[in-house]
């Protein structure tokens, strides 16, 4: 009763009539484009894009300036294939050529966003306010799927500000999230063992119908509540997204809080980009919104089940646009139908950022998900992060129990020598916790990124 009251009136009329977004309008939209077929969704992308082509053209001169070297005539675009003859970009380029990439919009009013989080390359844009309620729609969707429509009774683990509010923002950020949306926001940087017991207590207080966090910070929750032996409230269901999910995680998170885990994939540049159903076969990805490419060493699309680097444009925000954006992160295609009946196709795994992989100079290329599938048996590691901090230098850093000892670091030291080579320099540190990311998130694999090196895509 209360919920349908929160999503049927109390929400839409804040969104609607209060702040005069079009969010609702959009998301009834997409709920009934989800179902439309595969070809309707794909001429509908069609269509889009050669309107955002189009303006681009006329509008940015840095994006004219590109398509004109490489050739392009953007008027000869008749198909989505022929998206792949213009040039991919990069986070470094659109930040370094921002006031030519933007295109003016004096009488639309936009928002300013920003992001750096893993890569340590901070980038602000803008974004039209109406591409930003599409936004918002979409996520309500996805989460919608896992059971977390607005109004519904939520637990955040999730990041916070990092600058400190005055009363009046406080005051002002707990009355949107508590008493509109029903949120419970749970710092994530402050979790540790020391304040475990502090956020069980949270959550059974607060008795969220649904969980949604940051995938490290629920995980090591998790993990907490079966070696404590605790109770905690049962949700009905649990969102993660803002990292990776390995299969290991999910499945203590499952097991620990009785409830299914539905995973998601955004940023900041596009906010949701996939999210999954009950079916749990892959990421249904916005489609209406987005095109998502997964490509090749040598730039061509992947073929089903094979890992590629994730390129999106973003079919409506025109004050900073994306057009076949490298997102720096990596997954694995799989667009085939969702038994689900769903239209929009879906995007197999999200592996995590490109930079998540090991080169070494004696050829070996190491995944990121070797380590993780490495220590997730060990009891002994709480927590752990890889860098390579050089072309021939590892280094592992360890959140261990009081049982950890000097034969279980050598026997480590011999199974990751195994993996890098003896050639290789490994360093095990144990530390006291693990750094996160300015946008609260920690780093499991860190690659090697020399200095100065710049991939330059286009240009």
């Known amino acids: 009763m209360i919920e349908s009251l929160f999503r049927r009136l109390i929400v839409p009329g804040f969104e609607t009539l209060l702040k005069r977004r079009k969010t609702f309008t959009y998301w009834r939209e997409l709920e009934e484009s989800q179902w439309h077929d595969r070809e309707t969704l794909e001429q509908n992308q069609l269509e889009r894009l050669k309107r955002l082509l189009h303006y681009c053209n006329n509008h940015s001169p840095w994006y004219r300036d590109q398509w004109a070297q490489h050739g392009i005539d953007v008027d000869s675009l008749s198909s989505l294939g022929d998206l792949q003859n213009f040039p991919i970009i990069t986070r470094e380029m659109i930040r370094d050529h921002a006031t030519e990439i933007r295109c003016p919009h004096p009488s639309v009013r936009s928002v300013s966003k920003s992001t750096g989080g893993s890569t340590g390359t901070p980038l602000r844009f803008t974004i039209e306010a109406e591409a930003n309620d599409r936004r918002v729609a979409a996520t309500f969707r996805g989460y919608t799927w896992g059971g977390a429509s607005p109004g519904t009774k939520q637990s955040y683990l999730w990041g916070v500000p990092l600058q400190p509010l005055s009363f009046r923002q406080r005051l002002k950020e707990h009355a949107y999230s508590r008493a509109l949306y029903r949120r419970d926001m749970m710092n994530s940087f402050n979790l540790s063992q020391s304040t475990i017991e502090t956020y069980i207590r949270r959550i059974n207080r607060y008795r969220p119908t649904v969980i949604i966090a940051y995938t490290t910070p629920l995980f090591l929750l998790a993990k907490s509540i079966q070696t404590?032996?605790?109770?905690?409230?049962?949700?009905?269901?649990?969102?993660?997204?803002?990292?990776?999910?390995?299969?290991?995680?999910?499945?203590?998170?499952?097991?620990?809080?009785?409830?299914?885990?539905?995973?998601?994939?955004?940023?900041?540049?596009?906010?949701?980009?996939?999210?999954?159903?009950?079916?749990?076969?892959?990421l249904h990805l916005t489609s209406e919104n987005l095109i998502v490419e997964v490509l090749d060493h040598d730039g061509k699309p992947t073929r089903d089940g094979e890992e590629g680097k994730i390129v999106i444009t973003d079919l409506f925000n025109t004050a900073t646009p994306f057009v076949r954006y490298a997102t720096g992160d990596r997954g694995i295609a799989g667009f085939e139908q969702c038994p689900c009946?769903?239209?929009?196709?879906?995007?197999?795994?999200?592996?995590?950022?490109?930079?998540?992989?090991?080169?070494?100079?004696?050829?070996?290329?190491?995944?990121?998900?070797?380590?993780?599938?490495?220590?997730?048996?060990?009891?002994?590691?709480?927590?752990?992060?890889?860098?390579?901090?050089?072309?021939?230098?590892v280094r592992l850093k360890l959140v261990v129990a009081d049982d950890w000892n000097r034969e279980a670091e050598n026997a480590l030291r011999d199974q990751v020598l195994d993996a890098v080579g003896r050639s290789c320099?490994?360093?095990?540190?144990?530390?006291?916790?693990?750094?996160?990311?300015?946008?609260?998130k920690t780093r499991v694999v860190i690659g090697y990124n020399p200095p100065n090196e710049c991939q330059r895509i286009a240009g």
């Open 228 to 282: 404590l032996g605790a109770n905690v409230h049962q949700p009905q269901s649990i969102i993660v997204g803002a990292e990776k999910l390995h299969d290991f995680q999910r499945e203590q998170i499952e097991r620990s809080f009785g409830a299914p885990v539905f995973e998601t994939y955004g940023s900041r540049e596009f906010t949701l980009i996939g999210a999954e159903c009950d079916q749990h076969t892959g």
């Open 341 to 393: 009946g769903r239209g929009l196709p879906l995007l197999r795994k999200v592996l995590g950022r490109q930079l998540d992989v090991l080169d070494l100079p004696n050829g070996r290329r190491v995944p990121g998900e070797y380590f993780p599938h490495l220590l997730k048996d060990v009891d002994s590691i709480r927590q752990f992060q890889v860098a390579q901090l050089g072309p021939n230098t």
């Open 425 to 440: 320099e490994l360093k095990i540190e144990q530390v006291e916790q693990i750094e996160l990311t300015p946008s609260g």
